[in-house]
């Protein structure tokens, strides 16, 4: 019984990661508008943190991959999420020192953190639905959800804006 609770809550926290890496993700286009307003970029180098983190998608695919070969699902998915806390401090700390490359740099990092998630919460998802056609509804679950929180990213940071 204790098994079946524990399955349950690691199931939870996937789909609550999955919309995690929409917000995340989509976080950096809205936040475009204020890199504009802070930084007085155009709207071009306003967009370099979007960017920033998608290339962040390229450069750590095939380490993302290694990781979990290396350390596991658990590991990597703590390790995903102490570097997107970094990634986020740094995107903090680039309002109060005025900088746009340390809110690049954030961008870029976040980007790793959501690269990793993703390599992880995908396959865990399924393997935690027992595979096959239950691991699959999980999998769409998590996915729809990720599309709503797409939306409300926008809506809600259109709102603070």
């Known amino acids: 019984m204790a098994q079946k609770s524990k399955q349950w809550a690691a199931i939870i926290m996937m789909i609550a990661l999955f919309a995690m890496i929409a917000f995340v993700t989509n976080l950096c286009s809205p936040m475009a508008v204020i890199v504009q307003n802070q930084f007085g970029a155009s709207e071009l180098q306003s967009q370099i943190g979007n960017y920033a983190n998608f290339v962040a998608y390229l450069v750590m695919g095939i380490p993302s991959g290694m990781l979990i070969v290396k350390f596991g699902y658990k590991k990597t998915a703590l390790l995903a999420l102490v570097v997107g806390i970094v990634g986020m401090v740094l995107e903090l700390l680039s309002g109060t020192m005025e900088s746009m490359w340390v809110y ?14 993703n390599t992880v919460v995908n396959p865990l998802l399924n393997v935690l639905g027992g595979g096959g056609n239950t691991g699959n509804q999980l999998i769409k679950l998590g996915v729809a959800l990720n599309s709503a929180d797409d939306v409300a990213v926008y809506i809600i940071i259109g709102a603070v804006i």
């Open 104 to 117: 690049l740099a954030g961008a870029f990092i976040s980007g790793f953190c959501m690269c990793m998630l």
